[in-house]
């Protein structure tokens, strides 16, 4: 039998302002632990790793390439590259900055997942471990257009890659880019185990008297059941208010 263990990585919902050094010795600093965790293992990244990170930050528009720099083992730079001008990562957008940390992260962990694998394939063992990222509102500071980006980077990373995600948002562009995905793909709410959706959205009502409630998707991305008022309804309520 094959044995599954999993690996729980949380990722906080803001950045403060970042300076243009990420000391090591900064344990509080999620950026700077992410760049000191990504460097230390730099020399065994391969081209898919880098190219999955140079494509997400051209997505979110951050930069065409990246650079990381070591400073007397103290401390590092990240260097973005855009239209061939280097600019430090810290004189970027916290939009920018917060979109670096979590391709950084997951580009880690898709390292990490690849290593483990073919570990598993040489010794022929049964032991798997799978990643589970809990993240709080990963919208914070994004352009709405780009917070649908969000729910792309999400869906690639869990079918490529089989890491697991558990989404806070309160952002209409992540849910209503799920349910488009789900629409292309024809995607069915599973009624078994053996059915497999990629999303699965729990709506969390206002009131504490009230339970959270699955919403369920059709297979043409809308849903079985309804949001509670001031979420989805609430841009007409004030497009009606303005007419």
């Known amino acids: 039998d094959v044995v599954t263990t999993s690996e729980i990585v949380y990722l906080p919902a803001t950045l403060n302002k970042q300076s243009a050094l990420f000391f090591v010795r900064d344990e509080k600093n999620a950026l700077a632990q992410t760049i000191h965790n990504y460097y230390q293992h730099a020399h065994e990244d391969d081209k898919e790793v880098k190219d999955f990170i140079k494509y997400w930050l051209l997505e979110f528009k951050v930069g065409d390439d990246f650079r990381i720099s070591q400073i007397e083992g103290e401390a590092y730079t990240m260097e973005i590259s855009q239209n061939g001008l280097w600019i430090s990562l810290a004189d970027k957008g916290m939009g920018a900055i917060q979109a670096t940390l979590l391709i950084l992260r997951l580009a880690s962990l898709i390292r990490n997942q690849k290593k483990e694998e073919q570990t598993i394939a040489v010794?022929?063992?049964?032991?798997?471990?799978?990643?589970?990222?809990?993240?709080?509102?990963?919208?914070?500071?994004?352009?709405?257009?780009?917070?649908?980006?969000?729910?792309?980077?999400?869906?690639?990373?869990?079918?490529?890659?089989?890491?697991?995600?558990?989404?806070?948002?309160?952002?209409?562009?992540?849910?209503?880019?799920?349910?488009?995905?789900?629409?292309?793909?024809?995607?069915?709410?599973?009624?078994?185990?053996?059915?497999?959706?990629?999303?699965?959205v729990l709506y969390f009502p206002e009131s504490e008297a009230h339970k959270p409630y699955a919403m369920e998707y059709r297979t043409d991305g809308k849903f079985k059941n309804e949001f509670g008022p001031g979420f989805f309804d609430e841009s007409t309520n004030l497009a009606f208010e303005i007419l």
């Not at 799978?130 to 993240?135: A, K, L, Q, S």
């Not at 500071?141 to 969000?150: E, G, R, T, V």
């Not at 697991?164 to 709410?189: C, P």
């Open 123 to 200: 010794r022929d063992t049964n032991d798997e471990r799978n990643y589970i990222v809990v993240i709080e509102e990963p919208e914070l500071n994004l352009h709405p257009a780009l917070q649908s980006k969000l729910c792309d980077l999400f869906f690639e990373v869990n079918s490529k890659y089989f890491i697991e995600f558990i989404i806070e948002t309160h952002s209409e562009y992540i849910i209503r880019r799920s349910q488009v995905i789900t629409a292309q793909n024809n995607f069915e709410t599973p009624v078994s185990d053996m059915d497999f959706h990629p999303f699965s």
